[in-house]
């Protein structure tokens, strides 16, 4: 029998028309496509020896990828992180909380620097302010059947696997909650790829009017809300940080006024977090000022 012929890293050969990079992070080949007649896509160009005497640098922009220093400028003026005009529905800082006037950005310091006194004095305010809530949260581990072949299929790695088993979690408590049905609003926030809102869309099946709202604020690339073009669901991305989304500008909202539900699987930052917590409840409050028969609720 011939040998079969070797293949690299042991992953086989890059997709026909993809990219020969191999990634040694993710342990594959990048899937981003190459112009005809070439091996490397724009990205990794650099590693092809055709392309050695072109330098490649950081977009200023967006360190996440790179450009030839020779088109900078160029680069600049198309490059989707750039600058953009600001959509009504950005009001600068609406959920950073509070501003204290008489506090000064100098005089805040990392805790590890305070004394022994400032630190029992800190303690004490926290327990004082937190007296009377009930802090302790119970876990709601909980699957869904929507995602019984993804969860079961044997081509999952490690880390697919977690995070499926936390969408089907999710989806297990929007169910529980009574929330997953028609005629409804979801807002995904810190959407990244959409795969959350994936995952609610297939759970719905053919359920009647349903949109979608994905809020992230980056530009995320193999995008699954874009392969959606079922006419009961629709689809809608706002490129945005949610430290300065109104909702209630939103056109979509305002238009259908049909009940929300805010979900997100990963979020951090301002208005997600930490002192500003209670935005969200903040976010809800203008979301059921959309109409008197709104129902908004976050998960």
Not at 159 to 176: C, F, P, R, Y
Not at 204 to 232: C, M, Q, S, Y
Request: one cysteine or more; a positive charge; proline letters at 5%.
């Amino acid at each position: 029998m011939a040998a079969s012929a070797p293949t690299p890293h042991g992953t086989g050969f890059p997709a026909e028309g993809r990219c020969g990079y191999y990634v040694e992070k993710k342990k594959r080949f990048c899937r981003m496509v190459v112009a005809a007649g070439k091996r490397f896509c724009g990205e990794h160009a650099g590693a092809a020896e055709e392309e050695n005497a072109r330098k490649r640098i950081l977009c200023p922009l967006d360190p996440k990828h790179t450009v030839y220093e020779d088109q900078l400028a160029k680069h600049l003026k198309k490059c989707n992180s750039r600058e953009k005009p600001k959509p009504d529905f950005f009001i600068q800082d609406i959920n950073a909380g509070l501003k204290d006037e008489t506090e000064i950005p100098e005089q805040l310091v990392p805790i590890s620097f305070l004394s022994e006194e400032q630190m029992e004095n800190l303690i004490k305010k926290l327990r004082k302010a937190s007296e009377g809530l009930n802090s302790t949260l119970k876990d709601q581990i909980m699957s869904h059947p929507a995602l019984h072949d993804a969860l079961n299929d044997p081509k999952n790695g490690d880390s697919a696997t977690k995070h499926l088993k936390q969408q089907a979690s999710i989806l297990g408590n929007i169910e529980k909650l009574k929330l997953l049905g028609p005629r409804r609003c979801f807002v995904e926030f810190g959407a990244g790829k959409g795969k959350l809102s994936h995952w609610v869309d297939i759970a719905l099946k053919d359920a009647e009017k349903v949109h979608f709202i994905l809020v992230e604020k980056v530009t995320t690339r193999f995008k699954v809300d874009g392969k959606h073009r079922k006419k009961n669901s629709v689809f809608e991305r706002l490129q945005i940080d949610i430290q300065h989304l109104c909702l209630n500008k939103i056109p979509l909202l305002s238009k259908e006024k049909l009940p929300v539900v805010g979900i997100g699987k990963h979020l951090c930052g301002v208005a997600t977090g930490g002192s500003v917590t209670s935005n969200f409840s903040g976010l809800s409050r203008k979301l059921t000022n959309l109409a008197v028969h709104q129902k908004t609720v976050f998960l």
